[in-house]
């Protein structure tokens, strides 16, 4: 019970959505747990462990800051929860299934799912299905002061479903982290730092300083629990934010370029197409043309 009580948690989204091709996206990573009720279809997650074919009749979580990739080919019908964990001490009950969890559904799960959607409406993401499009600090604020215009009955009872589904991926006991498994706080806690201020100028060094460690040291350390160098990281997350601020506004390049960070035109026009194979202007052009 008393790891029960060290946590709480804070709905983000929550909704029943049916998805397409279109739902395919590579190196997601986030600062909040997912949650999947599959109701119809078939699609995959897949993380360093391996390959997970969602189908129906299961529940699947993605715990916070576990770098995944999404893909649907044909149809998904599915209802999902995005929720941050809040604790006193900032641990997780997760720090040691940094991986995607899939278990058989009960019959109290989907209607789970269902009241938690009555109690909390319009939490959809209503803006597009790209992570890195609706994962941003103005989004998140946007919906945890809906959690807090919530009656205090709705609040409990939404608190109460939450936990419920987070029990379906608890074991009886909880495992002390390992080495191999356990990802330090100071590296989640700036892999958020870079999903909330992916425009401002981000440097090992600066994120390094702030969590106290040297800069060499903390790259490393990145790189064993995530398999990437953070200078490479924060570069394919800016790329993904101007991806989607390519299809989804009329700025122009110069503009985009430094909505993400990137300190001229030049720069990002050569990161961009390293990471994609193709020009800012190619990607567009490529994009309409689909």
Not at 109 to 114: A, Y
Not at 141 to 148: D, L, P, T
Not at 164 to 191: C, D, G, H, K, N
């Amino acid at each position: 019970m008393r790891h029960i009580l060290k946590s709480n948690f804070s709905l983000l989204n929550a909704d029943h959505v049916s998805l397409d091709k279109r739902w395919n996206y590579k190196n997601v990573i986030s600062p909040y747990h997912r949650l999947y009720y599959i109701a119809s279809g078939e699609a995959e997650l897949s993380d360093a462990a391996g390959i997970y074919k969602l189908v129906p009749g299961h529940l699947y979580m993605i715990p916070s800051f576990t770098l995944c990739n999404m893909n649907c080919k044909t149809n998904l019908e599915q209802f999902f929860v995005h929720l941050f964990e809040i604790s006193s001490d900032g641990s997780s009950m997760f720090v040691d299934k940094r991986k995607i969890l899939s278990v058989p559904a009960r019959a109290t799960d989907q209607p789970n799912f269902v009241r938690l959607l009555e109690i909390n409406p319009g939490r959809g993401i209503n803006r597009s299905d790209n992570p890195g499009f609706y994962e941003k600090q103005i989004f998140y604020k946007e919906y945890q002061q809906y959690n807090e215009s919530q009656k205090l009955n709705q609040f409990v009872e939404t608190q109460g479903i939450l936990l419920q589904l987070i029990s379906r991926f608890l074991s009886t006991t909880i495992a002390e982290p390992t080495l191999s498994s356990y990802i330090p706080e100071p590296i989640m806690e700036a892999v958020s730092y870079i999903h909330l201020n992916i425009e401002q100028p981000l440097t090992v060094k600066f994120l390094a300083q702030r969590a106290g460690y040297n800069p060499e040291h903390f790259s490393r350390m990145f790189e064993r629990h995530y398999g990437t160098w953070f200078s490479d990281f924060i570069s394919e997350k800016r790329v993904e934010r101007a991806q989607n601020l390519i299809l989804s506004s009329q700025l122009s390049f110069s503009a985009i370029a430094e909505k993400v960070g990137f300190g001229s035109l030049s720069h990002f026009s050569r990161v961009f197409k390293a990471h994609t194979a193709v020009s800012p202007r190619e990607f567009l052009r490529q994009s309409r043309s689909k």
